[in-house]
């Protein structure tokens, strides 16, 4: 018995200290024709773009051409806030997003949603409200959000 619990404080141990190892990034760039906005008396739209794994898209002040070979798909559905009575002076939009990664693997294959404010800082945070693969995503927390050109941002969730 002294052994068995040994053996499993060991790979307690083990995932323990891994668990900074699995934070996890993701770019998200916008081609022309992602983005479909409803225009009425409130402003909605909705959006789908590639996602690439964290890294892969350099700060612009410029739009930047979006690389091949993604690795997932974002989608967005929102609701423009700015301006709003009880609105803070850097609230954008209201949003849900859903990110779809396509690993190569079972591990790294999965969705996450967040939820929550778009501001119009360079960065901000997200609600991380669901996952299907805790190595894609944890299934709760917080998200941060990274803006790297008008036309992309980087989303990074922690453990």
Not at 22 to 43: E, F, P
Not at 99 to 108: E, K, L, P, T, V
């Given at each position: 018995?002294?052994k068995?619990?040994?053996?499993?404080?060991?790979?307690?141990?083990?995932?323990?200290?891994?668990?900074p190892?699995?934070a996890?990034?993701?770019?998200?760039?916008q081609n022309?024709?992602d983005?479909?906005?409803n225009v009425g008396t409130?402003i909605t739209?909705?959006?789908?773009?590639?996602?690439?794994p964290?890294?892969t898209?350099?700060?612009?002040?410029?739009?930047?051409?979006?690389p091949a070979?993604?690795?997932?798909?974002?989608f967005a559905q929102?609701?423009?806030v700015?301006?709003v009575?009880?609105?803070?002076?850097n609230d954008?939009?209201?949003?849900?997003?859903?990110?779809?990664?396509?690993?190569?693997?079972?591990?790294?294959?999965?969705a996450?949603?967040t939820?929550?404010?778009?501001?119009?800082t360079?960065?901000?945070?997200q609600?991380?409200?669901g996952?299907?693969?805790?190595?894609v995503?944890?299934p709760?927390g917080t998200?941060t959000?990274?803006?790297?050109?008008?036309?992309?941002f980087r989303i990074?969730?922690?453990f």
């Amino acid at each position: 018995m002294k052994k068995l619990l040994g053996y499993g404080f060991a790979a307690a141990l083990v995932l323990f200290t891994a668990l900074p190892a699995l934070a996890k990034s993701y770019d998200v760039c916008q081609n022309a024709g992602d983005l479909v906005a409803n225009v009425g008396t409130t402003i909605t739209f909705v959006a789908a773009a590639p996602v690439y794994p964290g890294g892969t898209i350099s700060s612009s002040v410029a739009d930047v051409a979006c690389p091949a070979n993604p690795i997932g798909t974002f989608f967005a559905q929102g609701t423009v806030v700015g301006g709003v009575g009880a609105s803070g002076p850097n609230d954008l939009a209201y949003v849900v997003w859903h990110f779809r990664i396509n690993g190569q693997r079972a591990f790294d294959t999965g969705a996450f949603d967040t939820s929550g404010l778009v501001e119009t800082t360079a960065m901000y945070t997200q609600t991380i409200t669901g996952s299907t693969n805790f190595f894609v995503s944890p299934p709760n927390g917080t998200a941060t959000v990274t803006n790297l050109a008008p036309n992309a941002f980087r989303i990074a969730v922690g453990f």
